[in-house]
């Protein structure tokens, strides 16, 4: 499995940027898919992910700004993310899990894409 990521770049505090992602491979049908990201000295945390069914999970701090979407026949998601802050500012990468329930593990990374937002 291989996961791409595109849309990342430099946007004003307040501004919107989309990032997409592309995975191909052997890919279960079952898979969840979503975003983490990283910004320098923190951890990596979840900012969305959504379930094979399409239900959607947010991180607190971007629920009610950022919009996660999924397209399960091409494989690709999306994130729609408005109202940046300054605090958006990370490495954004694209991930590929297995959900909970499953008996089969797998986790699949991107290259991720650098998301800045100027104040």
């Known amino acids: 499995v291989q996961l791409q990521a595109f849309g990342g770049g430099l946007v004003q505090a307040g501004g919107s940027l989309r990032l997409s992602c592309a995975a191909s491979g052997s890919i279960p049908s079952s898979a969840t898919m979503g975003w983490r990201r990283q910004a320098p000295g923190k951890q990596r945390e979840l900012v969305a992910e959504?379930?094979?069914?399409?239900?959607?999970v947010y991180g607190d701090s971007v629920r009610g700004r950022f919009t996660i979407g999924r397209d399960a026949a091409r494989n690709t998601m999306f994130l729609e993310m408005t109202a940046l802050k300054s605090e958006d500012t990370a490495v954004y990468y694209c991930?590929?899990?297995?959900?909970?329930?499953?008996?089969?593990?797998?986790?699949?990374w991107g290259q991720g894409t650098l998301v800045t937002v100027s104040s």
């Open positions: 991930n590929l899990r297995n959900p909970r329930w499953a008996s089969q593990k797998y986790n699949y």
């Open positions: 959504v379930t094979s069914g399409g239900t959607p």
